[in-house]
């Protein structure tokens, strides 16, 4: 990451942000509905990107507090955050299960056009934040109701300083709140069926998000199986490989973002998690789908702590003896965004980051587990058996065209997605035998 300081209060600060956002003086930020941001670039003659203040990183934080990975988007002409959620060429719960193959191909995936959604899902799916979303319930019924997609099942767990499971929510904060929206929303709108168990930290400290984690992992267990997924980081540091155990739950697939810049975020970077990263849905001038190419801004690289895993021997020659990251990706530019009800926040945003293709991608695993009858032993299990189908087209989409920062993105395996994209729920079932599985998932 690049940094750029900025005063405020006549106190210098730095502030580590994506390197071609330009951020003014502190003095010319402002708010956006409730959330506050930083004005970002304009995107081409689309728009313009806006950084929530909870997805921007200080170098204090590190290590120590995590961010957000979510940004903004306003399209040309937009003034306040509210738009119509059926905005032409904006992403829908339709046209992103037609994308990845979830529902069957029609009308050129054009979010104008398709209807037909994605109705499966079962067990559960965690969702750990930070702070509170009053809303959150209410919305996401709202969200549901105007995508004609079921009703959720959805239950919010509390934790304080101590203990998860507690009567009084944590205090609000607008930029986590729309991060909550984002995760709630997107997770449902892709595998419907599924419960969605909510747990907010109560605060963004890796100490309080790690006692969430820890919460999540246990219920996702207790109900057979399922996956978490977490849309927020920190820049590496030393002796992140000692909280390995906080993600290592059996029968949980852990899921996290790689951040909205160059360079790797932990804790998607620990091998006990499966990283995603992002691309865009590039649609010609009538909305229909042409292709997907690396986001520019998707987070990854290798990592600077962690040694290869054995889930990535075979991309050795990529990664040399480091973590590569990201294992996955899906949508996550916020010109390719789509639409987030939070009522608190303002009204109904136009979002993209990493942090809606983690969601995305934890919750067509849930699909391809439902498929499959069963549930993956590990998250290393899972990315066993994501590596060991690495080049098949009939799983994964192998985004070969655009850059992230430097990287290119080219066949097979790279820093920018990973292995590719979803196909169908398919390249995400667990299809290695259970003894090794097992195996893997002990090493």
Known sequence: MSS?????????????????????????????????????????????????????????????????????????????????????????????????GLV??????????????????????????????????????????????????????????????????????????????????????????????????????????????DKAGQIVKGAGGGEVSNSWGTSEFSGETTLDSHFATTDVVYFASTGDSRGTQWPSVSQFVAAVGGTTINRKSTGGFQSESAWKHTGGGLSSVISRPTYQNGISGQVGNRRGVPDIAADADPASGVPVLCTPCGGWFQVGGTSLASPLVAAITNLAATAASHFAASTKAELTSVYHDLGDATKFNDVKTGVCGADPAVAGWDRCTGVGTPHTPGGLKNDITPAITEAEAQQ
């Open 104 to 213: 069957t191909t029609s009308n050129e995936c054009n979010p104008s056009s398709v209807t037909k959604l994605s109705r499966g899902g079962s067990n559960i799916i965690a969702i750990v934040d930070a702070f509170h979303n009053p809303n959150a319930v209410s919305d996401l019924k709202q969200f549901s109701s105007h995508f004609g997609l079921l009703q959720p099942n959805v239950t919010v767990v509390f934790c304080n300083a101590s203990t998860c499971g507690v009567s009084t929510p944590p205090r609000f904060n607008s930029g986590w709140a729309l991060e909550i929206a984002l995760d709630v929303q997107w997770a449902h709108a892709i595998a419907p069926k599924t419960k969605i168990v909510l747990i907010e930290a109560s605060s963004n400290s890796l100490k309080d998000l790690l006692r969430a984690e």
């Open 4 to 100: 750029l300081k900025y005063a405020a209060c006549a106190v210098a600060l730095t502030v580590a942000i994506p390197a071609s956002f330009s951020v003014p003086a502190r003095s010319e930020s402002g708010t956006f509905g409730s959330v506050a941001v930083q004005p970002g670039p304009v995107v081409d003659d689309k728009g313009r990107i806006l950084i929530p203040d909870s997805s921007i990183e200080r170098p204090e934080d590190r290590g120590k507090s995590a961010h957000t990975h979510h940004l903004i988007f306003v399209p040309k002409g937009q003034v306040g955050p509210t738009i119509s959620p059926n905005n032409t060429f904006q992403e829908s719960p339709a046209s992103i299960a037609c994308v990845y």
